[in-house]
Antibody, heavy 121, light 113 residues
Framework: EVQLLESGGDLVQPGGSLRLSCAAS????????MSWVRQAPGKGLEWVSG????????YYADSVEGRFTISRDNSKRTLFLQMNSLRAEDTAVYYC??????????????WGQGTLVTVSS | DIVMTQSPDSLAVSLGERATINCKSS????????????LGWYQQRPGQPPKLLIY???TRESGVPDRFSGSGSGTDFTLTISSLQAEDVAVYYC?????????FGQGTKVEIK
């Protein structure tokens, strides 16, 4: 059974940094692309970032480009999201999700329960 | 970036009746070399993470009831719930995975009338 467990969410001041982790189990982690998706309180889903199974290809939403960095440690089956220069509008539940890929495109077939990031002074 | 627009924002349907949700992309998500539409549908029940229902616009994910179906191609897509059940109360999102950033629609809330 696929399991994704996010951690690292916290209350942080504007301009601060935070690192999220997503521990994966139940599948061959290094073979799958992964993504981060966030959801602000009472709002819809926003895709944030994704990377390939090797981590060699990375992608970002315009809203986080240059501030967030996605990475992974395949030996530890863990996905990361380093978030710098945080803003109030980054406040959200952050989900990690496993990609189901073919032909260069990936739907998201398994999701974690999410971790809450609050950016406030 | 590809903009995904869903309609309506919300709908109320009687139990056993049909629910139809539309999704329009600002550019085609049909990839010519694979002849596939890079479009997925997700269900998010209250307090839960999203769940994949449909991928490649019309392929049902394993375990998803057959009352859920997806259709459409290019820029216009539809998710249909043929006979609404109480457990289908949720927000439904479409997402394109044709090109990054892999944008979602704004969501459609489905309630019982």
């Amino acid at each position: 059974e696929v399991q994704l467990l996010e951690s690292g969410g916290d209350l942080v001041q504007p301009g601060g940094s935070l690192r999220l982790s997503c521990a994966a189990s139940g599948f061959t982690f290094s073979s799958y692309a992964m993504s981060w998706v966030r959801q602000a309180p009472g709002k819809g889903l926003e895709w944030v970032s994704g990377n390939s199974g090797t981590g060699g290809s990375t992608y970002y939403a315009d809203s986080v480009e240059g501030r967030f960095t996605i990475s992974r440690d395949n030996s530890k089956r863990t996905l990361f999201l380093q978030m710098n220069s945080l803003r109030a509008e980054d406040t959200a539940v952050y989900y990690c999700a496993k990609g189901s890929c073919s032909g260069g495109g990936c739907s998201l077939d398994s999701w974690g329960q999410g971790t809450l990031v609050t950016v406030s002074s | 970036d590809i903009v995904m627009t869903q309609s309506p924002d919300s709908l109320a349907v009687s139990l056993g009746e049909r629910a139809t949700i539309n999704c329009k992309s600002s550019q085609s998500v049909l990839y010519s070399s694979t002849n596939k539409n890079y479009l997925g549908w997700y269900q998010q029940r209250p307090g839960q993470p999203p769940k994949l229902l449909i991928y490649w616009a019309s392929t049902r994910e394993s375990g998803v009831p057959d009352r859920f179906s997806g259709s459409g191609s290019g820029t216009d897509f539809t998710l249909t719930i043929s006979s609404l059940q109480a457990e289908d109360v949720a927000v439904y999102y479409c997402q394109q995975y044709y090109s990054p950033p892999r944008t979602f629609g704004q969501g459609t809330k489905v309630e019982i009338k």
